[in-house]
């Protein structure tokens, strides 16, 4: 009958809707006997059903009270058993008729599954070895009207567990486990860069200019001063401000937005990490970043040996340094030292079928080299080095060699994984960047970098030298979760409207 009703879509939608009607009677009957379940406030929690069953020894035969979701109940005349699910998992309760009285245990009989009840009881073990808790009070919390997915089946379709999290999180303990985890990467990210000296700070998502990266910003208008503004893209500006302003050490972990489509990696509004710290550079966030990445894989995997879709990566050795220039001519077998204008990158590019716009340069060329040849092979944690200066508009050049700038890109996977600069700080050579970059705007790069103005004059006001990086704090959760897609380390993902 289950699999009858599994093939047949509209039988299943006239079962729910009875079954919900069914539930709706069962809470008027209870409000209009004053035992309204909607009315409880509040409800007393000693443990959690982790805790009981990992200290069974200490608290055997002893009395607790937990709180969570009924997931099943087995009804046997004057016994039952039910299964409570909470935050930390799961814990059977032995509910009998002598121990809560004949009234509770006729309302007992009539929960649902899907309410979510408390239970006051003593703990022991059944004959089968099982941890549970002897019911001596059962409590309806809340009623749930809705029926969730069948059982064995659990909530399977990916569409519906992205738009309807709150069931995945129901139906799913691994879904919870991934996003606990997400949690304790994030503190722990956060007592590392505390335990150095650094200072979280906030810095605002609506800006006038919105830069400090390659990406397409969203637009939105300000009524109070008939003004149009735009989501950040990235955190970097307002930071350096911050690092002028005598704040040597400063990070920020919140969103941003980019208006850029979607795919297993990306999602219009995402995480980012950014930090900068005074009188370091580029090499000095090498080090930083190898050292908080074995920080936060030791502190919430207690290993520092990864496995992603079977790949393994190992954290505890020296992350691989290789410049931009050697993994090209590695991988692509093309030596760019040998290339020395931009007619021969072009032409090197079309013997490759790489394919470039009218606007892009020789180091534009380049990177495209690298996107398309280098990327998929930096498996192990690897820094890419020392970028072309066309795509490096707020980086420091190299002082011995100007047309490429004191950057890396850190590879895990075959994907980005954070973003570094030793930060460009002389005025001059940032307002000649920015003019560069109005120069791509106009040839139609939406994504090129405006000038702005109060920034410019932040650095005339003076910024030592810094080290700067941006992390993709999404993707770090999802190698360190093993998860597929960037949706399943977002509670509420970007989804395409129904209609």
Wanted: some cysteine; glycine content about 6%.
């Amino acid at each position: 009958m289950a699999e009858e009703i599994r093939n047949n879509p509209a039988q299943t939608r006239q079962d729910v809707s009875e079954q919900h009607k069914i539930r709706l009677e069962k809470l008027q009957t209870m409000q209009a006997a004053g035992n309204d379940p909607f009315q409880l406030t509040k409800y007393e929690v000693t443990h959690h059903s982790a805790e009981i069953k990992e200290n069974f020894e200490t608290l055997e035969g002893k009395t607790v009270s937990v709180a969570g979701r009924m997931m099943s109940k087995r009804v046997m005349g004057k016994a039952s058993f039910c299964n409570l699910q909470d935050l930390k998992g799961n814990i059977q309760s032995y509910v009998a008729r002598d121990s809560i009285g004949e009234e509770s245990y006729k309302a007992f009989k009539k929960l649902d599954i899907g309410d979510i009840i408390g239970i006051k009881g003593e703990v022991f073990k059944t004959k089968t070895g099982e941890i549970s808790i002897h019911a001596a009070e059962v409590t309806l919390l809340s009623k749930s009207l809705q029926v969730l997915p069948e059982k064995f089946h659990g909530l399977t379709n990916t569409d519906t567990r992205y738009r309807q999290r709150y069931i995945d999180l129901i139906m799913n303990q691994e879904v919870r486990d991934t996003f606990i985890k997400r949690s304790q990467i994030i503190h722990a990210i956060r007592n590392y860069l505390d335990g150095q000296g650094f200072m979280e700070v906030e810095t605002p998502m609506l800006v006038s200019n919105a830069g400090g990266a390659a990406a397409r910003p969203f637009v939105t208008h300000f009524n109070a001063l008939d003004e149009d503004v735009k989501l950040r893209i990235s955190l970097e500006l307002y930071l350096k401000r911050l690092i002028v302003g005598g704040l040597e050490r400063v990070y920020e972990i919140g969103r941003v937005f980019r208006n850029e489509g979607l795919d297993t990696r990306h999602n219009p509004e995402f995480t980012l990490m950014e930090l900068y710290q005074a009188y370091t550079d580029y090499h000095g966030m090498m080090d930083l970043t190898e050292n908080l990445y074995r920080y936060v894989a030791k502190e919430v995997l207690g290993t520092t040996v990864i496995s992603y879709n079977g790949v393994e990566m190992d954290l505890g050795k020296p992350f691989a340094r290789i410049t931009m220039l050697d993994a090209v001519k590695q991988y692509a077998g093309v030596d760019f030292n040998e290339i020395h204008s931009l007619e021969e990158a072009r032409a090197v590019a079309k013997a490759h079928n790489i394919e470039y716009e009218e606007r892009h340069k020789k180091g534009d060329i380049l990177n495209l080299f690298f996107e398309e040849y280098v990327e998929e092979h930096l498996v192990q944690p690897t820094f890419v080095m020392d970028h072309p200066i066309e795509i490096s508009p707020l980086t420091k050049k190299k002082p011995e060699n100007p047309d490429y700038v004191e950057r890396f890109e850190f590879f895990m996977n075959g994907w980005e994984m954070a973003n570094a600069y030793s930060e460009l700080n002389d005025p001059i050579d940032q307002r000649a960047r920015f003019a560069q970059q109005e120069e791509l705007f106009a040839q139609g790069d939406e994504e090129a970098n405006h000038t702005d103005e109060d920034f410019l004059y932040a650095l005339e006001l003076g910024m030592p030298p810094t080290g700067g990086i941006g992390f993709g704090i999404d993707r770090m959760v999802m190698l360190l979760t093993d998860s597929p897609a960037i949706r399943d380390v977002l509670f509420f993902p970007t989804m395409k409207p129904l209609d």
